[in-house]
């Protein structure tokens, strides 16, 4: 696996970064928003249980979720039941009524899953329990299209390698998204901002996860 020479000196701005993972090719056999079913509510499902635990877990609650990962056959599944398809993720105690209140927060506030995409604010996102702001911006992004950079700890870790700590949620998501706004077309930046922190995970499991 081909990995980003280090400079010495810090990037000169995050687009570079995005170049020089670009040339590694790693999403070559990833969907083209990177996550996979994006633009359906099971990114909604997905986003919660993967924290705190690994995406094959999640892939594995997803697989006993088949048949009840759009809004509404997710709000016919009893919650019980729905811990127990969860078991793999862990904290499903905690996280199966959190996704059911937010499921039926989503149905009361917008009607529908279409309307939610188009309507929902970050704001509203960060006011549901047990969604904070990488959760909430992985939503927007990977389930609703909207132009919002998540940022995750695979993101930081990325940055340290190229001297590059900073203070907050808000200031990386900042530094990573105003190279790209710059280069790229507004109506186009959603998909470069799933595909740049795609690339940032990618890279990270084949490379950087050993490191700490």
């Known amino acids: 696996m081909k990995k980003l020479n280090t400079p010495s000196n810090p990037l000169p701005d995050s687009h570079t970064l995005y170049q020089n993972l670009q ?11 990177w996550w996979p079913n994006a633009g359906t509510f099971e990114v909604v499902i997905g986003a919660v249980l993967t924290q705190n635990t690994t995406w094959k877990n999640v892939e594995k609650s997803l697989a006993n979720l ?32 959190r996704l059911h209140i937010i499921a039926k927060n989503i149905k009361s506030e917008f009607g529908t899953f279409e309307t939610f995409q188009k309507e929902v ?22 389930a609703c299209y909207r132009d919002e950079m998540v940022v995750d700890t695979y993101t930081k870790r990325l940055l340290k390698t190229h ?20 280069h790229y077309p507004k109506e186009d930046l959603a998909l470069h901002y799933a ?13 950087l996860t050993k490191q700490g």
């Open 121 to 142: 604010t970050r704001s509203w996102l960060l006011t549901q329990k047990g969604i904070g702001e990488e959760t909430a911006d992985s939503i927007l992004n990977y």
């Open 66 to 97: 088949r048949g009840y990962t759009t809004l509404e056959s997710f709000l016919q599944l009893d919650e019980t039941e729905f811990k127990a398809r969860i078991k793999s993720t862990g904290f499903y105690n905690q996280k199966a009524p």
């Open 195 to 207: 595909r740049f922190h795609g690339m940032i995970v990618e890279y990270n499991k084949r490379n």
């Open 23 to 33: 040339h590694l090719d790693l999403l070559t056999h990833r969907p083209r928003w």
């Open 163 to 182: 001297g590059i700590e900073l203070k907050n949620y808000a200031a990386y998501k900042a530094y990573l998204q105003e190279s790209l706004q710059s």
